[in-house]
């Protein structure tokens, strides 16, 4: 530990997570594309997240991808298309996971598994409340954390009460890889 309140997170560490992060997201882009198929800000943020993890610069590209992708989300719910909303969001949080910061700080959690939280609720919003995949989606999530994104995990506190449905979802799979 560098002092009582960060901890030490490597890079290869953050390639890892990041990589767990935009495969996570990978599945929600069609539901986003579907409305909005000329819009590719949600799709470089996953390109963008997917060339830090293969070895790239954590740069200025990655965070105006991840900035970019959220700005999509918002358009889409704005539009009145909340699962093409989740699914930006979903790209947006891949990108980002790559600034993860290391603070024993619970929001943090957030940025490991907020990629997977927002596309469980992507599919969850396209397929209706009568038939809602996101559990299922999150245990196959789940099987895609590698033991070193796990002890990245485990370095932070549980996932906060809080934030909705998105919270819940967040806390379903951070419960499931401690």
């Known amino acids: 530990m560098a002092d009582s309140t960060t901890f030490e997170l490597t890079l290869p560490e953050l390639r890892e997570v990041t990589a767990?992060?935009?495969?996570c997201?990978?599945?929600?882009?069609?539901l986003f594309e579907q409305f909005f198929p000329d819009d590719d800000?949600?799709?470089a943020?996953?390109?963008?997240?997917?060339?830090?993890?293969?070895?790239g610069k954590r740069?200025?590209?990655?965070?105006?991808?991840?900035?970019a992708a959220h700005k999509a989300a918002q358009e889409a719910r704005d539009a009145g298309h909340q699962s093409a909303g989740d699914a930006a969001r979903a790209a947006a949080h891949a990108a980002?996971?790559?600034?993860?910061?290391?603070?024993?700080?619970?929001?943090?959690?957030?940025?490991?598994?907020?990629a997977a939280a927002h596309t469980a609720r992507a599919l969850e919003l396209a397929a209706g409340p009568a038939d809602s995949?996101?559990?299922?989606?999150?245990?196959s999530a789940a099987r895609l954390a590698s033991p070193t994104v796990i002890s990245v995990l485990r370095r932070y506190p549980p996932s906060p009460?809080?934030?909705?449905r998105i919270g819940e979802l967040l806390r379903h799979l951070d419960t499931a890889l401690r």
């Open 45 to 55: 943020a996953l390109a963008a997240a997917a060339e830090f993890a293969d070895g």
């Open 133 to 139: 995949p996101a559990l299922d989606y999150l245990d």
């Open 20 to 23: 767990f992060a935009a495969a």
């Open 59 to 67: 740069g200025r590209a990655l965070r105006d991808t991840s900035w």
């Open 96 to 114: 980002g996971s790559a600034y993860l910061h290391p603070l024993p700080n619970p929001t943090q959690v957030k940025h490991i598994l907020g």
């Open 25 to 30: 997201a990978s599945p929600a882009l069609p």
């Open 41 to 43: 800000r949600p799709r």
């Open 161 to 164: 009460p809080s934030g909705g």
